[in-house]
Structures are given as structure tokens and as C-alpha cells.
């Protein structure tokens, strides 16, 4: 073996957390090996053993700033299990819809004109210093004023329902703390036209930004893949609650409607020693051939219809384009996250035209449980909760498969295609070409905040110093 | 023309969560970018400074030997560093570790969950991976910060008030309903 060089791209920016990509190149400046790495490690999972359950919704938010909508509800689902709340009365169930696709709606456009519209608007290579959504401020102030509102529209959604636009508090275990008054409503009402029109507009630039390229789009960063989501018992999308479902790429069922209080069944995850993030398979094919994708795209895939009448023509005319067969172009979860904004606003919009909201009866309460599992299906895809309690209700176990993790080996296989088209035996390598790597990472929306949950490993050698360049701490691996 | 004043943010050992809260400040991001330009920042894709920063937002603690170097080259590039929110100023949520054994940590997240598939009984270790600190510390542990904006996160509005006095060299006087221990 000849001389190997090293590139990294760190940090990868406009994802959100912390990520890495390492490539090693011989010195013909072929690539020998392109990892994504997530590099940072928190601990939750034992941590929070020994709190009491009841603070868990609240806790655990903390892992992401960016979902804790997701968090905050998986956690309290599972929750609503321990405390014996089997069934929540409807205007519990429904604040708590409310308060989802709220977060569904601000996530999947901040998502879109925040961090990648850039790369759409003004190209993958474009200069990285208007390459961000100041840029597009710039050049597209209406659009970046679109995305903006529709952002602030979800989050204070999120504020009405759970008290906080970050970390509120709204769920607790077998229901919820507070209703939707009829002028907080109204507020919402007073917009929401405004809101369709735009996200109509979002699907409509989505879309015909991925048919306009599709011949670039189709090969970019793209392999065939499991899906996997939760699917309501009649097989419609459901983003709050249901059953698990998942598909290979050409749609055969792999399992269909399984109680996800199983899930440990289906599912487990393989640990690598160069990611603090697992690699999550399906048993039943193995860590070869088990690995599946998660978000947006997977559950357009794996659903059978939209219940949802603007989301559900956009889903077919989706789905027109592979003859009906699941789509694994990687580019096309964009796509599928604008039927999905489209969607959240419909349904936004049926919730509040429903009474319950201002229903009255909020808390239910049954036999205690000492194990519970929460799912979601969170803006990034499926996410896992999973807890054990004991009699005086301190946490003993806690097990987290968040949705970014569901995606780790395609988050590699993605970095692989495009270091092998793109930058495999390419005399100079550019940032724009980095920038290839980092537009096929964002294509899913990882969230690397939620992602860095596991506990990692001692340090070797640790030194603090302090502003004055003294050591002021040093701590060596036994 | 005027060269305007530059800004950067960081997020160390956080959730995002801070950064979400800034991002809060909604339609005032337009007024904001008429007051400065913004330099390294996971927001953008300038991954170096570019020059001398008058004002740099840290998220998070230090968790690992990448959050200091990151904190330290901050120090080095900002004139008034900011520590945004309870894991910068305290350690916060992260730091609940701070008590935990670290050994008992790896065995719960790889050897022992219920999902788990680790034949070789790996536990992570790479080059790559930067190595995590004993515990947790707060930024101010770490180098001197300037400012302290409490809150978990600060409130859009906490933010946006504070970045506006600190560029016009105003007294840092937040009204009361802006300031939240949560
Ligand atoms: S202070 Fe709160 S919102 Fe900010 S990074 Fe820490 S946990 Fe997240
Ligand atoms: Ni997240």
C-alpha cells in the first residue's frame, strides 16, 4: 500500500448535531474508505436511571432541541402505559396530535428553506460563504420569509399546546395539562389559509426541482433499501401512533402490523467501533442484509394511502413515477417531506376545527405497569422509547433507538456512492465537491443531536487548559 | 460601505436546542443580517473563522477534547463570548453523567441494552472519535466568558435583545419576564 491520505469534513454543518465524515484516498487518489461518524456521546440512557418516571417526558426532550416534540411525546406515550392509561380521553389524545403535527410542520420547513434550500437554489457547489439561508435571505427574501413563518407558525402551535416553542411540558403521563381555548384557536385559524397556500408552493418547488433533475437526482447518492415506519391499522399514514411496518425495496412485506411493544423481536442494533452510533437491522435478514431507512420517503413507501385529500393526490402523483413501486431515489426525500408539510397542515386544520380540543377531561389513570414502550413516528422517522421502572417508580432501564440512528448505514452508504462518483480519482478535491457529501448527509435530515445519546468510551489522554493556556485538568486511561 | 460587525455561534455539548431558540427570532433574522454578517457557525458552511469576531454564542458545555478546542478557538477569534443557555453556563442535562462511572456507562449502551448485537463485544474507539473528557464542565471552567443568558433555552426574544445591546454597546438589561431558570 502506497501513502494514504486523510479528508475530513467536520464539521458537517447544516445538519443538526454533531457530525463528521472521514475519507482515506491512496495516492492515486482513489478512495479507499468514506465513513460518516457521529462523534459525540451523552449518556441518557443511564443516566436517567434512578429519576422518577414522571419526569422523563421532560428529561429526555433534552436530547434534541430540534425534536423534543418527539421526545417529549414518545416518552409520555410510554408513560401513559406505565401509569395504566390505556386509551386517553379525546381531547388529551387529540392536544397531543395537535402539538405533533405542529412540530411536523416547523421541522419539515426548517428543514427545507433553512438548510437546503441553498443547495437547491443556488447549486452544490455555489460559494460557501452565501451558500445558507443569510444567502437566500438575500437573493430570495420572499421564499426565505415563507419558510421562516411556517416555522414560527409550527412553533407556536407548540407553544399553545405544550407551553414552550423548546422543551415544554404540555404531555405527562395519561394525558395532558392543559386544552386549546377557543382564542388561542382562533389565532390559528386567522392563518391558516396563508399556511396551505405556502406549503403548497414548498411541494410544488420540491417537486419540480427533482423532476427537472431527475436524471442527476436518480443516480446521487442513491442504492435500493428496506422502509420502515409505523402504518395505522387500516395501512394509512399515521405519524402519531401504529403499528409497525416494513418493506423491501421493491414493496414485499418483511412484517406488517406488529404491536411495537415487541419491537425488541424485530429489530436490534450492531455496534461498530468507529460511530458512537449503532447500526439498527432487522432480525429476521440479518446486519447484511436487515438495514433499513427511516423518515419522509420510507413512510410514503411503506404506507398504503394518505388520509389527508391535498397529501393524498401529491402521495400518488409520487408514486406515479416508480409505477407504484417504492422509490429509493435518495434526493426524493425532499419531495416526500413536502407531502408531509402539506399533510401536517391538513390535518392542523381538521384539529382545529374539532370541539375536543376545548374538552375538559384531560387526565386518565389506570394499573401501574413496570415496563413501557413509546413509539412515534418523529419529522426523521421511526423513534423508540423503551423503559422499566420499579415499584417506587425510578427508572431501572431505558433503551433509545432515535429516528437518525435508524438511518446510519444509509447515512454510509450514501457518503460511499458519492465519494465513488464524485471524488474516486479526482486530481484536485474541491469544497464543492465535499459539498456533494454533505447534500446527500442532509438529503435525510439527520439529527445528530438526538443521535448522540450512547455512551462512548475514556478518554486516553485529556487535558484542560484554561484561557491562559495553563493546564488546569489531565486525565489519563487506566 | 461600513464593514459590519461579524458574528459566530458554537453548539458543544448541547441539544440544538439553543440555536432552535435563536432561530426563534423569526422575521427579525432579516433585521439581523442587516447588523452583521455571520461567520463560522453550523447554521452556514464556513468551517474556519474568517476573521475577527465581535460576538460568539456557545451552546453546550465541554463533553470531549473537540468541544474545548472549539471553545478555545472561539475565545481566540470572538471579543465577547456568550454562554447561551444552562448546559454552557452549568453543564446541564449532559452533566447528569457527571456522577456515573464510566464503565458502567459502555456496558449499559453496548453490551448490555436490550437491542443490542455486539458478538466481538465492541465497545467504540477510532481515531476519528475525539476523546470525551472525565466529565462535563462548564464553558466559564474552561475559558473566561463574558456573558451568562440562563434559560433552557433562553427565549427567541432573550436572544435577540441581548445580541442587539451587545453589538450597540448597551448595558446588558433584560427585562424580568425574559429571564427563566428552567
Ligand atoms: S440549555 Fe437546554 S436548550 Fe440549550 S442546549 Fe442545553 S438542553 Fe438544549
Ligand atoms: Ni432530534
Not at chain 1, 456521546?41 to 436517567?48: L, T
Not at chain 1, 426565505?144 to 405544550?162: D, L, N, P, S
Not at chain 1, 423481536?265 to 432480525?283: A, G, H, N, Q, R
Not at chain 1, 423518515?295 to 413507501?301: D, E, F, H
Request: charged share 25%; aromatic share 8%.
Amino acid at each position: 500500500m502506497g501513502i494514504t491520505k486523510r479528508v475530513v469534513i467536520e464539521p458537517v454543518t447544516r445538519v443538526e448535531g454533531h457530525g463528521k465524515v472521514s475519507l482515506l484516498l491512496d495516492e492515486n487518489n482513489k478512495v479507499t474508505q468514506a465513513r460518516f461518524h457521529v462523534v459525540e456521546f451523552r449518556g441518557f440512557e443511564r443516566f436517567i436511571q434512578g429519576r422518577p418516571y414522571w419526569e422523563i417526558p421532560v428529561l429526555v426532550q433534552r436530547l434534541c432541541g430540534i425534536c423534543p416534540v418527539s421526545h417529549h411525546l414518545a416518552a409520555a406515550k410510554a408513560m401513559d402505559r406505565i401509569v395504566g392509561a390505556d386509551k386517553l380521553t379525546p381531547a388529551a389524545e387529540k392536544i397531543r396530535r395537535l402539538m405533533h403535527y405542529g412540530q411536523m410542520f416547523q421541522s419539515h420547513a426548517l428543514h427545507f428553506f433553512h438548510l437546503c434550500s441553498p443547495d437547491l437554489l443556488f447549486g452544490f457547489d455555489a460559494d460557501p460563504k452565501t451558500r445558507n439561508i443569510i444567502g437566500v435571505a438575500i437573493k430570495y427574501p420572499e421564499l426565505a420569509i415563507q419558510g421562516v413563518m411556517m416555522r414560527k407558525y409550527g412553533q407556536e402551535i407548540i407553544k399553545a399546546t405544550a407551553g414552550k416553542k423548546i422543551h415544554g411540558t404540555g404531555a405527562i403521563p395519561g394525558g395532558v395539562n392543559k386544552n386549546l381555548s377557543i382564542a388561542e384557536r382562533d389565532i390559528f385559524l386567522k392563518d391558516i389559509n396563508q399556511m396551505f397556500d405556502w406549503a403548497k408552493s414548498a411541494l410544488n418547488i420540491a417537486k419540480d426541482y427533482t423532476l427537472k433533475n431527475l436524471d442527476k437526482l436518480k443516480p446521487f447518492a442513491s442504492f435500493d433499501s428496506n422502509h420502515l415506519s409505523l402504518v395505522r391499522s387500516d395501512g394509512a399514514m399515521d405519524l402519531y401512533h401504529g403499528n409497525l411496518r416494513a418493506i423491501t425495496a421493491d414493496g414485499k412485506k418483511i412484517f406488517d402490523q406488529v404491536d411495537y411493544s415487541n419491537y425488541c423481536d424485530y429489530l436490534t442494533e450492531e455496534v461498530k467501533s468507529w460511530s458512537y452510533m449503532k447500526f439498527p437491522f432487522i432480525k429476521s435478514l440479518g446486519p447484511k442484509d436487515g438495514w433499513y431507512r427511516v423518515g419522509p420517503l420510507a413512510r410514503v413507501n411503506t404506507c398504503d394511502f394518505i388520509d389527508t385529500p391535498l397529501a393524498e393526490a401529491a402521495r400518488k402523483e409520487f408514486k406515479a413515477l416508480t409505477g407504484g413501486k417504492p422509490n429509493n431515489i435518495t434526493m426524493a426525500y425532499h419531495w416526500t417531506r413536502m407531502i408531509e408539510l402539506l399533510h401536517s397542515i391538513e390535518k392542523i386544520n381538521e384539529l382545529l376545527h374539532d370541539k375536543d380540543l376545548q374538552g375538559t377531561d384531560l387526565v386518565v389513570k389506570g394499573k401501574r405497569r413496570n415496563e413501557a414502550v413509546g413509539l412515534i413516528e418523529a419529522p426523521r422517522g421511526t423513534l423508540f422509547h423503551h423503559y422499566k421502572v420499579d415499584d417506587n417508580g425510578l427508572i431501572v432501564m431505558a433503551n433509545l433507538i432515535v429516528s437518525t440512528t435508524n438511518n446510519n448505514e444509509a447515512f454510509n452508504r450514501s457518503v460511499q456512492k458519492v465519494a465513488a462518483d464524485h471524488i474516486d480519482g479526482v486530481a484536485k478535491i474541491t469544497e464543492g465537491l465535499l459539498n456533494h457529501i454533505e447534500v446527500a448527509i442532509r438529503a435525510y435530515d439527520p439529527c445528530l443531536s438526538c443521535a448522540t445519546h450512547a455512551m462512548g468510551k475514556m478518554p486516553l489522554i485529556v487535558t484542560l487548559y484554561d484561557h491562559n493556556g495553563n493546564e488546569i485538568d489531565r486525565k489519563i486511561k487506566e | 460601505m461600513m464593514m459590519k460587525p461579524k458574528i459566530a455561534t458554537a453548539s458543544l455539548a448541547g441539544c440544538f436546542g439553543c440555536h432552535m431558540s435563536f432561530l426563534d427570532i423569526d422575521e427579525r433574522i432579516l433585521q439581523l443580517i442587516e447588523l452583521v454578517d455571520f461567520d463560522k457557525s453550523p447554521i452556514d458552511d464556513i468551517k474556519e473563522f474568517t476573521g475577527r469576531c465581535a460576538i460568539g454564542l456557545i451552546e453546550g458545555g465541554c463533553a470531549n477534547e473537540d468541544n474545548v478546542h472549539v471553545l478555545q478557538e472561539f475565545r481566540k477569534h470572538c471579543d465577547i463570548l456568550v454562554s447561551v443557555g444552562d448546559c454552557a453556563i452549568t453543564g446541564d442535562i449532559p452533566a447528569l453523567r457527571n456522577n456515573i462511572p464510566l464503565k458502567e456507562c459502555l456496558e449499559e449502551a453496548y453490551l448490555n441494552g436490550p437491542t443490542v448485537y455486539n458478538p466481538e463485544k465492541i465497545i467504540p474507539n477510532d481515531k476519528e472519535l475525539p476523546l470525551c473528557l472525565d466529565r462535563v464542565y462548564p464553558c466559564n471552567e474552561v475559558v473566561k466568558m463574558d456573558y451568562f443568558l440562563p434559560g433552557c433555552p433562553p427565549s427567541g426574544d432573550a436572544i435577540w435583545q441581548a445580541v442587539v445591546a451587545l453589538l450597540n454597546n448597551k448595558p446588558l438589561d433584560l427585562p424580568y419576564e425574559l429571564i427563566k431558570y428552567d
